[in-house]
C-alpha cells in the first residue's frame, strides 16, 4: 500500500488506513535502530531540508537521524543563522529552497498554517513538524505507535490528556488520532487552557485532574508552554502544579498499568513529578526512541515507499 498525498500537514485530514499505514510501516523500522550499522541505502539520492524557525530538540534531531537511517542528504536551517534574520519572508526562503531541488521539506513554525501555506506554493513534499497551537502530527503518530506496541491496540482504551489544551498542537493532534483510532480520550485542565468548544472533538472534558485520570489506561500530561503563555492563564506554576501535576498519590486512581506519557520537554514539579517522569510507568523515552522510526516511515512513503 502506498500514501496517496504529498504532504503531511495534520491528523485531521489522515483516513484510519492511512494512520494504521504509517505506524505499520513505522514499527518495521524499529529494528534499522538497533542494528550496529545503523543505516538503509532505500533513500539514497534523497534530499530532506529541515526548516526550524522554533526551537527543538526532538522532533528535528530524529527528523535529522531518520533521513540519515535512510541515507538521504538531510540539511538543517535554523530561522536564527538564516536570511530570516536580516528579513527574508517564510515564502522566498521556501522558493529558495524548492529551487535546489529537495525532496522533503520539514517546517516548524509558530504560525498556525504556515506548512499548508507552504504546501501549497511549492512542489516538494511538506510535513509539518509542529506550527503554532494547530497540529504536531509527527507527535500524534510517534504517541499512538508507542500506545499500540505497549497496550497492542488503541481502541477501546482511556487516555486522559492534562494541561493546556486550548495551547497544545499535541493536544490537538492527539485528539484528532485517537478518537479516529476508537480511544475514549478524556481532557482536563483549568478553564482558561480548555478551549471552548472541545466537547465537540469527541472527549469528555473535565476540570480537575483527578476526575480525567480515573480508570485510565494512559495518562498524557501536557508541558506548560512558558514561553507562549501569559501571565494571566494562571495565577503562578506552584498553583498550577497543586491542581494539575502528576505525583505518586493521585496516578493511584488511573490503572495499575497505567502509561504515563509527555511530548517533551518536561517541566519537573510543575505538570509531573520526577519521580513519575523517571517511574517504571513512563514512556517518555520511549516516545522518543519510536519518533524516529515515525519520521523515518513518513519520510519513506512520502517519497513514494510501499508497505
Ligand atoms: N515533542 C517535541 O516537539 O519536542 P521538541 O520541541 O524538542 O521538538
Redesign the pocket.
Known sequence: MKLARKDILGIKELSVEEINLILDTAESFVEISTREIKKVPTLRGKTVVNLFFE??????TSFEIAGKRLSADTINISASTSSVVKGETLLDTARNIEAMSPDVIVIRHRAAGAPHMLARMVKQSIIN??DGAHE?PT?ALLDMMTIRMKKGKIAGLKVAIVGDIAHSR?ARSNIYGLTKMGARVAVAGPATMLPRQVGEMGVDVYRRLEEAIEGADIIMMLRVQTEREHQNIFPSLREYARYFCLNGKNIKLAREDVLVMH???INRGVEIASDIADSTSSVILEQVANGVAVRMAILYLLTGGES
Open positions: 526551537a527543538s530538540t526532538r522532533t528535528r513538524a509542529g504536531h507527535q499535541v511530548p517533551g520537554p
